[in-house]
Each structure stands twice: as structure tokens, then as C-alpha cells.
């Protein structure tokens, strides 16, 4: 069975820092590639980062410079850092896994707050 399974979220002033985590169970986690979106109020889900099993990584320009996703194969983890905190980085952060023959697969989103 698969899971993806979000953690890390919660509330944080402007400038603030937040480390999200995306723990995999269930498929290969060495060979997907592996992503965070989000999705704020009233607004479409939107690709944030994403790292191939290589571990290149891009990132939207919104968070360029900001924002750090890293993946850990041991622990079938990836994280997501996130630095100076915006108030428009408000949202729900989704994890997504997909590789070549499967997926993808959604996990069940953590909240991201950021106000003073």
C-alpha cells in the first residue's frame, strides 16, 4: 500500500523558517521522482520543487533562493526547507511521487500559515 505521509507544517511569522517532511512507503522510492506542491486558498495546486532520483532539483521562482528540497533514499524521506517565509507561501503543501511505470501518488497535505 502506498503512503506518502506530510509532516512539519504549522504556523510561522514572516521571515520564518519551516522543514517539511514526506515519509514514503509502498513503491520504490529510490527511482520516483519526488515533488512538493501547493495549494493556497482558492487558487489551483502549483508545482514548487520537485528532485529526480539523480537529485536534480528545480524549483518555481517564486521560492527560488528560499526554498531547499532534498531527499534522504536510507530513511525514504524528502524534505522540504523553507526560509524567509512569505505570507503568499500560505497554503496546503502536498507531497507527490511518480516514476516511469507508476504513480503519481498524493499524500494528504500539511497546512503552511505564515502571518504575523
Known amino acids: 500500500q502506498v503512503q506518502l505521509l506530510e509532516s512539519g507544517g504549522g504556523w510561522v511569522q514572516p521571515g520564518g523558517s519551516l522543514r517539511l517532511s514526506c515519509a514514503a512507503s509502498?513503491?520504490?522510492?529510490?527511482?520516483?521522482?519526488m515533488s512538493w506542491y501547493r495549494q493556497a486558498p482558492g487558487e489551483a495546486r502549483e508545482l514548487i520543487s520537485a528532485v529526480n532520483p539523480g537529485g536534480g532539483a528545480n524549483y518555481a521562482d517564486s521560492v527560488k533562493g528560499r526554498f531547499t528540497i532534498s531527499r534522504d533514499i536510507a530513511k525514504n524521506t524528502v524534505y522540504l526547507q523553507m526560509n524567509s517565509l512569505k505570507p503568499e507561501d500560505t497554503g496546503v503543501y502536498y507531497c507527490n511521487a511518480a516514476g516511469i511505470l507508476y504513480g503519481p501518488y498524493w499524500g494528504q497535505g500539511t497546512q503552511v500559515t505564515v502571518s504575523s
Open positions: 509502498g513503491f520504490t522510492f529510490r527511482t520516483a521522482v
